[in-house]
């Protein structure tokens, strides 16, 4: 990818560069779990039964 990054992007680096390792791992599993529900509500081919069932599989192993 190429261009400017995202502000959200610019943004989590600066918490990430001040934060703990430990709690970084968190968050960034925190951001997986948000961008891929994000992109599930986006599928218009994806049920909404799927997409709790994707939400409970990430809760399950976070």
């Not at 703990?20 to 960034?28: F, T």
Request: no cysteine; charged share 15%; proline share 5%.
């Amino acid at each position: 990818m190429t261009g400017k990054q995202p502000v959200w992007q610019t943004t989590f680096d600066q918490i990430k560069a001040t934060i703990d390792p430990p709690i970084y791992g968190m968050l960034l599993l925190e951001e997986q779990k948000t961008r891929l529900l994000i992109v599930l509500g986006q599928q218009s081919t994806t049920t909404a039964a799927e997409q709790l069932r994707a939400l409970a599989l990430i809760t399950l192993a976070s």
